[in-house]
């Protein structure tokens, strides 16, 4: 049984098109978050939302939006997509307090 | 706000060989220090974790780090490692009580025969 699970594992897509990426946890953590990891594999984080409520919300552009339906799941919302959105986005969850986050697999986005 | 370094970008090492991978910290307040391995394709994996107590901590698959506040440091060991060691490892780093966590920027390890 995935702890984090994350859809879809990839995701092929023509520039200015709107996709969006599901994630989902079962450990009854309290915080979620998106990463982004580049193509060298620098690992930044994007969002970060506790009960469903954003804490974290890094310099992202705003074509970016996540959004929390219940604490057990976030969602990643990109529109008019470009070239450089091109990476590969984890979502994770922790226990309040931050102490370990649990990753999920990973979504590779190319954007041809 | 916290920063992490790793030291080395890349650590070619030989089969039943020990590795060390090292870590630097900055923060001006308390820290969790973390190791979390990625191996090709896949996502984080989290290694092991220091919280407080004993600056001896042990994880999964062999590894151990240890905390060294005054090096402000957290080296990642394994006395003997394996070809499936091959993979890429992060160090990373949260304030306590904070749920940023930043991450170094990886150590490629390749094991060869």
């Known amino acids: 049984d995935t702890a984090v699970s994350q859809t879809p594992k990839y995701l092929v897509t023509q520039m200015g098109n709107d996709k969006s990426i599901k994630c989902e946890q079962n450990l009854g953590h309290d915080t979620m978050y998106w990463y982004k990891q580049d193509s060298k594999k620098f690992l930044k984080i994007m969002f970060s939302y506790n009960n469903k409520e954003l804490i974290i919300n890094e310099t992202v552009p705003n074509r970016f939006s996540p959004k929390s339906p219940d604490k057990a799941h976030l969602n990643l919302h990109i529109n008019s997509l470009e070239l450089g959105d091109s990476a590969v986005y984890f979502c994770?969850?922790?226990?309040?307090?931050?102490?370990?986050?649990?990753f999920g697999s990973g979504t590779r986005l190319t954007v041809v | 706000a916290q920063s992490v370094t790793q030291l080395d970008s890349q650590v070619p090492v030989f089969e039943e060989a020990p590795v060390e991978l090292r870590c630097n910290y900055s923060?001006?307040?308390?820290?969790?220090l973390f190791w979390y391995v990625q191996y090709p394709n896949q996502g984080l994996q989290l290694l092991l974790k220091?919280?407080?107590?004993?600056?001896l901590v042990k994880g999964i698959n062999g590894f151990e780090a240890e905390f060294n506040k005054s090096q402000t440091s957290f080296h990642l060991r394994k006395p003997s490692v394996h070809i499936s060691d091959t993979a890429e490892y992060f160090c990373?780093?949260?304030?306590?009580?904070?749920?940023?966590?930043?991450f170094g920027a990886g150590t490629t390890v390749t094991v060869r025969a």
């Open positions: 994770a969850s922790s226990p309040t307090g931050g102490d370990g986050y649990t």
């Open positions: 220091y919280l407080s107590g004993s600056t």
């Open positions: 990373a780093v949260s304030e306590t009580g904070d749920y940023k966590l930043s």
């Open positions: 923060s001006s307040v308390s820290v969790y």
